[in-house]
């Protein structure tokens, strides 16, 4: 059963915040007008309606602030001003007590953590909703750092989790607005983000992919630092990883005081993003300052150090095709391509005129193109583009929604280190030139190098198949006749249902001859 003492509160906040008054607005009925009057008071509301919304969540607790940057990724459902103010919210709460965390350690690893690290630091580095991290140092002198999952997050999770189903519900059937909206979606989105986070393993794998993904090539590794699983202290509420140290990327004064370049800054975050969606189809969709730092020491300076892997995004071969064509298509101003590329890739209706497409993704692209390079945002493109498809009821895949919000974060992160950050510029010549390696020489040898290893299984085994094949009886003719036996069945039974209709009708013409005449 639903928890009514959290439902009363989550009343109370939203008449606090005037939360009724934002639901009724958005509903085009007389009475939904009337009753929006009552609540009044015949008074509006002082603070915007995406500031109340947003301090309203925060006063909910943790659990409605992660729903609210989740929710603040589908621009293409919300309005704007909303998105915005639920971008802001801090994912900050106070830290549970240590003895709890250690306790947490010694069930997860079998040993207290003082057995376990030669240094375990109680007081907490960090606290957000879901887990705390603290410093620690392992026996061999590696430092390291330690995140412990919060007790009882299953079931407040669970609880909440509920009642937002609920709500999620009511606003479904409250009009039309409400079904665009599609809540109960977003809620069954932000479920699965939630478990994702609430799984440390799956976090430390992440990591480890991304890890390997950026280590095992120089120039890569000169882009982004990773940290290192510490496996044999990972469980499901725990993960250890080694520790990284640098400044937050959105300490600009700091980084220009360690004489860090920060407009080769800029580009290598555009380089990096481009090189995991497209190159990997791997990327991490949570880079927000706070999880991105950059390397102050020596032998490391200016290199990016990815934290906090518990959301990332994946990527189809189909998917990176897509898009790099796409991106290609808006850079050369292709709209035509651009809709054919909508309508192959089966996200549009087949009945969907390739013209009228056009008309709109031009109606979108062409006023950016007229301005100066460094004031256009891929980002807002894409966004855009997305609030266009729905007029043409295409259904936006999840992944494409986790990238246009961390193409919107990097593009954010880039202006700030470098405001003539040309973003198109600096993206351009990198998909020309992985598309070439996708459809050229290059990308046809990798293909075939990839596909060597099941051919070798293969192409020993095409004589025996294809002797096989020509040593087949033919059976055509049999074939033949069974097809012509069934077609003169098939004859015989519709002759014999035209002869039960006939007598059915003639029967029943008598019944009713008999009746008239009585």
Known sequence: MFSFSRLFTILLVAFRYRLDELVLSSIRHPWAFRLLRIVRLGRAPRLPRGVRLRLALESLGPIFVKFGQVLSTRRDLIPLDIAEQLALLQDRVPPFPSEVAAATIHKALGAPPQELFKRFDMQPIASASIAQVHFAELHDGREVAVKVLRPGMHEVIYKDLRLMRALAGLIEHLGPDGRRLKPREVVAEFDKYLNDELDLIREASNCSQLRRN?????????????????????????????????????QIDRLRAANVDLKDLARKGVEIFFTQVFADGFFHADMHPGNIYVS?????????????????????????????????????????????????SGWVPPQTREEELEGAVRAVCEPYFDRPLSEISLGQVLLRLFQTSRRFNVEIQPQLVLLQKTLLNVEGMGRDLDPELDLWDTAKPYLEKWMYQRVGPSGFYQRLRQEAGQWAQILPQLPRLVYANLDRPDTRQTLNQELRLLRQSQQQTNRLLTVLCAVLAVALGIAIWALAGR
């Open 214 to 250: 950026f280590s095992l090539v120089k120039e890569r590794a000169e882009l982004l630092i990773v940290p290192e699983v510490i496996w044999e202290y990972c469980a499901s509420s725990v993960f250890t990883m080694e520790r990284m140290k640098g400044i937050p990327i959105n």
């Open 296 to 344: 102050d020491a020596p032998d490391t300076l200016g290199r990016y150090i990815a934290l906090d892997f518990g959301i990332v995004g994946s990527l189809s071969e189909f998917d990176k095709n897509y898009l790099a064509q796409n991106f290609l298509a808006f850079f050369r101003r292709d709209y035509r391509r651009v809709a054919q590329l909508h309508i192959e």
